[in-house]
C-alpha cells in the first residue's frame, strides 16, 4: 500500500475554491487514488477516486499527473459545511484502506 | 443509495465484559471491514473479512477480537474482555472488488 502525505490542515473562506494536493510516490500500477470526507463522530465518506488524468463529479474534481506520484482534491466554492476531515488513500479495489492523519480543513465565513 | 448500517449507534460496557458490535453490509459486497477510531485520532484498521474468513488483520486485532459473518447479511465484531482502551468508534465498511470501501456511521463503545 503506498504511503500518502497531505497537509496536516487548511484554512479557506466560504465560496473559495480549495485544492489540497497529496504525494504518493510509491503508488502501485494497480492502486486507485481516493478521497474520504470525515464529520465529527460519523464515518468516512467516499469523495471521489481516480486513476489518471482527470476525474470530476457533483462533489469535487481529482487531477492527476502522468507519472501518478501526486494528486489534487479540488473543492469548488467551498461553503461552512464543508469543514471536515479529507484522506487521501492509494489502495486497490478490495483491499484495506489505511488511513493517514487527513487534511483538517477549515472553513471560515 | 445503498447503506452500511451498525448497531447499537452507542454503546456502554463495563470493563471486563464482552460486546458484540453489529453490522449489515451492502448487499452485494465482497469484502468487509472493521476499523476504530480513538476520538481525535486517525482510523485504524483492524481486520478485513472475505470469503467467510479473515483475510488481514493489524496488531491491535489481539485474541480478545473475533469477527463472524453469521448469516447472508449481518458482520459482526466480538470483544471478549473489554479494556478501558477499547473505549473508541468503531466503523464497519463493506466493498465489492474495484469501487469504493462504504463505511458505515459507526457505534460509539464506551467502556467504564
Known amino acids: ?109 | 443509495e445503498p447503506e452500511v448500517t451498525q448497531t447499537p449507534s452507542h454503546q456502554v460496557t463495563q470493563m471486563g465484559q464482552e460486546v458484540i458490535l453489529r453490522c449489515v453490509p451492502i448487499s452485494n459486497h465482497l469484502y468487509f471491514y472493521w476499523y476504530r477510531q480513538i476520538l481525535g485520532q486517525k482510523v485504524e484498521f483492524l481486520v478485513s473479512f472475505y470469503n467467510n474468513e479473515i483475510s488481514e488483520k493489524s496488531e491491535i486485532f489481539d485474541d480478545q477480537f473475533s469477527v463472524e459473518r453469521p448469516d447472508g447479511s449481518n458482520f459482526t465484531l466480538k470483544i471478549r474482555s473489554t479494556k478501558l482502551e477499547d473505549s473508541a468508534m468503531y466503523f464497519c465498511a463493506s466493498t465489492d472488488k474495484a469501487a469504493e470501501a462504504f463505511f458505515g456511521q459507526g457505534t460509539r463503545l464506551t467502556v467504564v
Request: charged share 15%.
Open chain 1, 1 to 109: 500500500l503506498a504511503k500518502t502525505t497531505q497537509p496536516i490542515s487548511m484554512d479557506s473562506y466560504e465560496g473559495q475554491e480549495v485544492n489540497i494536493t497529496c504525494s504518493h510516490n510509491n503508488i502501485a500500477t494497480n492502486d486507485y487514488i481516493t478521497w474520504y470526507q470525515q464529520f465529527p463522530s460519523q464515518g468516512p465518506r467516499f469523495i471521489i477516486q481516480g486513476y489518471k488524468t482527470k476525474v470530476t463529479n457533483e462533489v469535487a474534481s481529482l487531477f492527476i499527473p502522468a507519472d501518478r506520484k501526486s494528486s489534487t482534491l479540488s473543492l469548488p466554492r467551498v461553503s461552512l459545511s464543508d469543514t471536515a476531515v479529507y484522506y487521501c488513500l492509494a489502495r486497490m479495489g478490495g483491499f484495506k484502506t489505511i488511513f493517514g492523519a487527513g487534511t483538517r480543513l477549515f472553513v471560515k465565513a
